[in-house]
T-cell receptor
Framework: AQSVAQPEDQVNVAEGNPLTVKCTYS??????LFWYVQYPNRGLQFLLK??????LVKGSYGFEAEFNKSQTSFHLKKPSALVSDSALYFC???????????FGKGTSLLVTP | SQTIHQWPATLVQPVGSPLSLECTVE??????LYWYRQAAGRGLQLLFY??????ISSEVPQNLSASRPQDRQFILSSKKLLLSDSGFYLC??????????????FGPGTRLTVT
C-alpha cells in the first residue's frame, strides 16, 4: 500500500531560521508525492509535488522539497521561516488506484518572532 | 481559472437529523471529485470519490452517502446524523484530462457540529 509518515506532530522554529518538515514514504513503483498547507478553518492549499526528474522541487511561498530515494524521504524545507508560515502541513502520496491521495497525519509548524 | 465552492460554511445539526452538503466546481469539465472528513485530531479521511456523473466510490462504510447529479456537482448526504459525524468536511477536485500525477485542489470546507 502507498503511504506516507510524518514523524513530528509539531515543529517549532524561530523566524528567519531555516525550517524542515519531515515526510517518509512507502510505495510500490514510482512515488508521486505532494505537500499541502492548511491554515485554521481553511481548505488545504497545494504547495508542490514530485513526479520525476530533479530531486529538489520548488513550490509556492518559497517552499521546496527534497526527494531522497535511498532514504525514502520527501522533506519540506524553507531557507528562512516567516511567522505567517505557521500552519498545518500535510504530506501525501498517490494511492495505488491512481485516483486518490493518501495523506500523512499532518505536522503543525509554529514560527515564533 | 478553476474555482471550487462549498456550502454551507458552518452547520449545527441535532442528532438524527438529515444532512446535505454541496460542492461545485467551476472552470473545468469532467473533474474527479472527492469528499474528505477531517476530525479534531486533524487527520484527513477520504470518504468518497467520483470519476464521472453517477459514479461513486466509497472508501469507508459509514452513515454517509454521496451523489454526483451533474458533472461539476458533488453532494454529501446523511439520513440520520450521529454525534461522530461532527468534523470539517472538505471537497476536492482534480483534472481528469492530465496524468494521474496531477494534484487535488480543495474547497474552503464545511464545519459540521452535531449536537
Amino acid at each position: 500500500a502507498q503511504s506516507v509518515a510524518q514523524p513530528e506532530d509539531q515543529v517549532n522554529v524561530a523566524e528567519g531560521n531555516p525550517l524542515t518538515v519531515k515526510c517518509t514514504y512507502s510505495v510500490s513503483g514510482n512515488p508521486y508525492l505532494f505537500w499541502y498547507v492548511q491554515y485554521p478553518n481553511r481548505g488545504l492549499q497545494f504547495l508542490l509535488k514530485y513526479i520525476t526528474g530533479d530531486n529538489l522541487v520548488k513550490g509556492s511561498y518559497g517552499f521546496e522539497a527534497e526527494f531522497n530515494k535511498s532514504q525514502t524521504s520527501f522533506h519540506l524545507k524553507k531557507p528562512s521561516a516567516l511567522v505567517s508560515d505557521s500552519a498545518l502541513y500535510f504530506c501525501a502520496v498517490r494511492d495505488g488506484s491512481g485516483y486518490a491521495l493518501n495523506f500523512g497525519k499532518g505536522t503543525s509548524l509554529l514560527v515564533t518572532p | 481559472s478553476q474555482t471550487i465552492h462549498q456550502w454551507p460554511a458552518t452547520l449545527v445539526q441535532p442528532v438524527g437529523s438529515p444532512l446535505s452538503l454541496e460542492c461545485t466546481v467551476e472552470g473545468t469539465s469532467n473533474p474527479n471529485l472527492y469528499w474528505y472528513r477531517q476530525a479534531a485530531g486533524r487527520g484527513l479521511q477520504l470518504l468518497f470519490y467520483s470519476v464521472g456523473i453517477g459514479q461513486i466510490s466509497s472508501e469507508v462504510p459509514q452513515n454517509l452517502s454521496a451523489s454526483r447529479p451533474q458533472d461539476r456537482q458533488f453532494i454529501l448526504s446523511s439520513k440520520k446524523l450521529l454525534l461522530s459525524d461532527s468534523g470539517f468536511y472538505l471537497c476536492a477536485w482534480r483534472s481528469s484530462s492530465v496524468a494521474l500525477s496531477s494534484e487535488q485542489y480543495f474547497g474552503p470546507g464545511t464545519r459540521l457540529t452535531v449536537t
